[in-house]
């Protein structure tokens, strides 16, 4: 169904060795490329050991516009890593 409702995408910043506490799954999880302007990969964790890949590289604004789109549906926490 098309809808004209736009979802607000907020990210939880956390540094690179942290990882949410285990009462937090599932979430999203966005994390900078190393050596790209501005890429992103967007993971989907399930549990602390079980994980999904849902875009491998793609711009801060399209994954932006992904997850706004997952939100509608699933509305998880997203973290993104930071540093």
Known sequence: MLTDHT???RTVKLPADIMP???RY???RLVPLTG???????????????????EASAPRRR???LL???LEHAP????????
């Open 7 to 9: 979802v607000t995408v």
């Open 21 to 23: 506490d285990s009462g």
């Open 26 to 28: 599932p979430h999203y």
């Open 36 to 54: 790209t302007d501005n890429r992103y990969c967007l993971f989907f964790h399930i549990s602390t050991e079980h994980y999904l890949i849902l």
């Open 63 to 65: 994954m932006q516009e």
């Open 68 to 70: 706004g789109r997952m």
């Open 76 to 83: 998880y926490e997203i973290f993104e890593t930071i540093g």
